[in-house]
DNA sequence: AAGGGTATCGCTCATTAGGGGGAGTTTGTT
DNA sequence: AACAAACTCCCCCTAATGAGCGATACCCTT
């Protein structure tokens, strides 16, 4: 059976164009609409297998599109499909839930791969989109801004572990005011007060 | 002037029918080896474009290569080249610099266009490694697997700032104790025993 | 009406953690 | 040689926390 889409799209050409492509290349285009308001009915009610999402759109934007697509319908996949490549609105879409970011610019070849792609459980992304993505992990970069030694590193990532202070102290073959001291260091060099503190800050900092 | 590529590869028939491919293809393989120890010298040295890294290899891993060679020459692509799809090796391989990421199954053709993608910026990736860097994101989507009531949720929200029961209390207009009695189902539905171990989850699994 | 889950609050007790101090050793730098 | 920084260990004291018992009240489902 053909693969059921969906197009939410404000640009009426532009949408009747990649309705026409699609359907010409045997793809079920089962909607189309310039805004996406009703998403969550529209996708409970026609089942579509993937559905390509502008983000600009008036009334209510793609990024609730999406949303609300995956509270109805978490198994359609949605691919969003806009001029966008800012770092807020891409992270955005990305935590609402969509399964892949092609920019405009993306010739049609690609476009059906993309289909394809996330058909099969992939993530199509343009490349830059792709690097983007990539790039958020590599923050580690940033880590030694608190100048941490390496000793207190070591035992902030124990801390991490949730581990106690004399648990550490074991698993490090060091004396129980040793890793105090070594604690006392690096809640100074964090600006916490406490391991709890020291704890969220390095996490959500990534600094180890 | 051809694209200057160097391979780490313990597979010795593997690494060679690599190379003999790529340069076929036109690419200048400057280096292939069986294992990463130098790796940062060979990147010095020979200035490659692009990096094909495994990861399983004798002595030093490529988790280790990435790392030197994005410290010692951070312009060379690096793509991973592997058959491990596990999440804890993909992202160590990510923080430690990654460019790309291929499973080995990938089909020679997808080599090639992996290596002009990551050159023009992109960022390759096997579509189930693209999936799973995507889901990274979302994963707010499994933050309710511990059955928490919402307000156990409100709770672990300001534990996880790092706040005091004192505070909290004050914060959320309760009895300390009444706090106290949500920490400790907090703790039992998590199943840890502490608060630095609640917030240590809660981040990492991205719980709230 | 009864039971389950949630939310609220209380108490005690032992453990843990944090703040304040000091002090010795090694290592590397000036 | 002098100095700083890191690493190690010790003491005292107070505050915070976790475990173990409660309790009451509300809402919802059965």
Same mark, same amino acid.
């Given at each position: 059976?053909? =693969?059921?889409?969906?197009?939410?799209?404000?640009?009426?050409?532009?949408?009747?164009?990649?309705?026409?492509?699609?359907?010409?290349?045997?793809?079920?285009?089962?909607?189309?609409?310039?805004?996406?308001?009703?998403?969550?009915?529209?996708?409970?009610?026609?089942?579509?297998?993937?559905?390509?999402?502008?983000?600009?759109?008036?009334?209510?934007?793609?990024?609730?599109?999406?949303?609300?697509?995956?509270?109805?319908?978490?198994?359609?996949?949605?691919?969003?499909?806009?001029?966008?490549?800012?770092?807020?609105?891409?992270?955005?879409?990305?935590?609402?839930?969509?399964?892949?970011?092609?920019?405009?610019?993306?010739?049609?070849?690609?476009?059906?791969?993309?289909?394809?792609?996330?058909?099969?459980?992939?993530?199509?992304?343009?490349?830059?989109?792709?690097?983007?993505?990539?790039?958020?992990?590599?923050?580690?970069?940033?880590?030694?801004?608190?100048?941490?030694?390496?000793?207190?590193?070591?035992?902030?990532?124990?801390?991490?572990?949730?581990?106690?202070?004399?648990? =550490?102290?074991?698993?490090?073959?060091?004396?129980?005011?040793?890793?105090?001291?070594?604690?006392?260091?690096?809640?100074?060099?964090?600006?916490?007060?406490?391991?709890?503190?020291?704890?969220?800050?390095?996490?959500?900092?990534?600094?180890?």
């Amino acid at each position: 059976m053909p =693969i059921k889409i969906v197009l939410f799209e404000d640009n009426d050409r532009l949408r009747e164009s990649l309705a026409y492509l699609l359907k010409m290349n045997g793809y079920d285009v089962v909607g189309d609409y310039n805004q996406c308001t009703d998403a969550a009915n529209i996708a409970r009610v026609y089942e579509p297998d993937v559905v390509l999402m502008d983000i600009d759109m008036p009334g209510d934007n793609g990024i609730k599109g999406v949303q609300w697509i995956k509270e109805s319908r978490p198994q359609t996949s949605v691919i969003m499909y806009t001029v966008f490549e800012d770092d807020e609105k891409l992270f955005e879409c990305l935590c609402a839930g969509a399964n892949g970011y092609l920019l405009k610019k993306t010739p049609p070849a690609r476009l059906f791969d993309a289909i394809q792609e996330v058909l099969e459980g992939g993530a199509p992304m343009s490349p830059v989109i792709a690097r983007k993505v990539l790039n958020t992990f590599q923050v580690k970069a940033t880590s030694n801004k608190y100048n941490l030694s390496p000793r207190e590193i070591e035992v902030l990532q124990w801390l991490i572990k949730g581990y106690s202070i004399k648990i =550490i102290a074991a698993e490090m073959k060091l004396a129980f005011d040793t890793v105090r001291s070594h604690l006392k260091n690096i809640y100074q060099k964090l600006h916490v007060n406490c391991g709890k503190e020291a704890i969220a800050k390095a996490l959500s900092e990534r600094i180890v």
